[in-house]
């Protein structure tokens, strides 16, 4: 399909977030949750699952608002990111820390790529006009960003010294 409009471009944007907040919902984080060995991290994973879940439910409200209805393109991206992950994470011992920090290297690409969605999400649905719909999408943006810092900073904090010693031991 041919990009036609500033709004069809904008559409085809939220059907590609929606694509990402599923398949996160559905495979990513309840996977990363289930590798974590961290009770730190699983409990971050645990509570971003649960903004995800409302990240999808504010992207219905946002396609009812502009009156698109809410449906999902192929988000190649994410299937790459989380592709590459899963490996890494596979290549990794279970319960190690070198895996916590796999799970954190993931985790954060997955917030950066997110926060540049909706960053250009939010500034399309204001060029548009479409105000209600711009503060839902920056709301979500906000969360986005917080969790990336909470996963640097537990990595930072606990994991990454975890980590650093079994190449120590090595």
Do not use: C
């Amino acid at each position: 399909m041919k990009i036609k409009s500033f709004n069809e471009l904008f559409e085809n944007g939220l059907r590609y977030a929606y694509d990402t907040e599923q398949k996160l919902v559905k495979k990513g984080i309840p996977s990363m949750i289930e590798a974590a060995s961290s009770q730190e991290l699983r409990s971050a994973l645990e509570q971003h699952l649960q903004e995800t879940r409302n990240h999808a439910t504010r992207l219905e409200r946002v396609f009812g608002i502009i009156g698109a209805e809410p449906k999902t393109e192929d988000d190649d991206i994410i299937d790459e990111i989380t592709k590459t992950a899963d490996h890494m994470v596979g290549a990794t011992e279970e319960g190690s820390p070198l895996r916590d920090a796999v799970l954190i290297i993931g985790g954060n690409h997955v917030e950066h790529y997110e926060m540049a969605v909706y960053g250009s999400l939010a500034s399309f649905a204001r060029q548009l006009g479409y105000g209600e719909a711009a503060s839902l999408l920056e709301q979500t943006l906000n969360e986005e960003k917080a969790a990336d810092a909470k996963l640097t900073e537990i990595g930072e904090r606990s994991v990454n010294p975890r980590a650093s010693q079994v190449r120590r031991a090595a």
